[in-house]
């Protein structure tokens, strides 16, 4: 694919998640930093004018609440700073979104998730509801994560860490883009993209701007396109990896991801007439609704060794896993409940739901039905 056939299928995307991050939206003093956020709300006024559906993700509460209050931004590694923070910067932050959306004649809503809202099937189906009334009804749902009361951070099953559905709002941008089947998600920083060094750069030293260059097409996520990423910026709680990580989840639900430079003015004006800017991730093989949920949101409560045959059958013959092929439990679970599949060298292959309790299963009993076994590579 080159930018033509990119640039189609953006200029022909009809329902869009656009994800601010706190760099975007907030300026040095923990203000809202209207001289980079009015030609967003512009872009995306024009985007609706045009019978686009558009979501916009938006960080920035945080930021707001620590102005507001006069605290350092040291005062942020507390969690309960932060909370207070956002209970006291969501307002200034939808004030100040409402008030330059009602210059555009655009009508708002907000919309405030915590991770359960994601990995609860009947939530997650009942918030996709819910999104899609307000999408017919023409108006532009502003999201973010609720952190008055969400303490989304690394978790650990089995001794193994993995993160919550989500930590940040780069990762909540996809999943949201996932659950409403999105065209495309454009995710809007301080950087022009994914940068690569031109030439040689001294090991872990950031190539500088003059010798770096942005990578304008991804296909596929591999560790050496993850090594390119740095940590998290300096307000903000991603960085280029989750933004990776978002853009590959936006890719396995068969959509385009564009990392771009929110500081360049019209940049989504750009992005949307199909003009080359920042990077684009191409999209891959779709996985369907439910195998999606599983594979990225919803909440897994047990875990399962699996056999060498085991392992084979479930990524290679696409077979349901049987009790008989399981080698021990690190984690007991329920009847339906999410499992995580992890093969004898303790990495993680699958998800599924269980048929029944851990305690209830039986030798030769299908533990797993192949339907609701979702692999996390990508399946042939």
């Keep these: 694919m080159d930018w033509n056939e990119a640039g189609k299928q953006l200029r022909a995307a009809r329902r869009v998640v656009i994800k601010l991050g706190t760099s975007t939206v907030t300026g040095e003093q923990g203000e809202l930093c ?25 960080s920035g509460a945080v930021g707001l609440g620590r102005g507001l209050l006069g605290l350092h931004p040291s005062r942020l590694k507390d969690m309960a700073v932060k909370q207070a923070c956002a209970a006291a910067g969501q307002s200034l ?21 915590t991770e359960e809202d994601f990995s609860n099937w009947t939530r997650y ?25 969400s303490t989304a951070e690394l978790e650990s099953i089995g001794g193994q860490t993995r993160t919550a559905a989500f930590s940040d709002n780069d990762r909540l941008a996809a999943l949201v883009m996932s659950g409403l089947e999105a065209d495309a998600l454009v995710l809007l920083t301080n950087v022009s993209g994914l940068l690569r060094s031109k030439g040689k750069e001294k090991p872990g030293k950031k190539p500088a701007s003059s010798a770096a260059e942005v990578l304008p097409f991804v296909e596929r996520i591999t560790p050496e396109l993850k090594a390119l990423a740095a940590g998290p910026s300096q307000h903000g709680r991603g960085g280029m990896i989750t933004k990776i990580e978002a853009a590959e989840i936006a890719m396995r639900c068969g959509g385009l991801a564009v990392i771009a430079n929110g500081k360049v003015p019209a940049i989504l004006d750009a992005i949307f007439r ?4 920042g990077t684009v991730f191409l999209p891959a093989k779709r996985l369907k609704g439910k195998k999606r949920w599983l594979a990225y949101a919803a909440g897994v409560r047990g875990r399962v060794v699996v056999d060498a045959g085991a392992h084979r059958a479930v990524t290679q013959g696409k077979a349901s896993l049987l009790a008989s ?3 021990r439990v690190d984690r007991e679970f329920g009847a339906m409940d999410v499992v ?12 599924g739901i269980a048929n029944c309790a851990s305690e209830e299963r039986q030798k ?12 996390l590579q990508a399946e042939a």
Excluded: W
Aim: charge should be positive; include cysteine.
């Design 325 to 327: 092929g399981v080698l």
């Design 34 to 58: 209207i001289e980079r956020v009015q030609p967003i709300v512009k872009s995306i006024a024009r985007l609706m004018q045009e019978r686009r559906q558009v979501v916009l993700i938006s």
């Design 274 to 277: 199909g003009e080359p800017a």
């Design 125 to 149: 189906s009942n918030l996709r509801r819910t999104m899609e009334k307000l999408l017919s009804f023409g108006v532009l749902p502003i999201v973010n994560e609720n952190d008055t009361v």
């Design 340 to 351: 995580s599949l992890v093969d004898m060298h303790g990495r993680e292959f699958a998800r």
């Design 93 to 113: 932050l939808m004030e100040g979104y409402k008030r330059l959306f009602d210059q555009c004649g655009v009508k708002v809503a907000q919309v405030l998730l």
């Design 364 to 375: 030769g009993q299908v533990l797993f039905t192949r339907d609701n076994i979702v692999l």
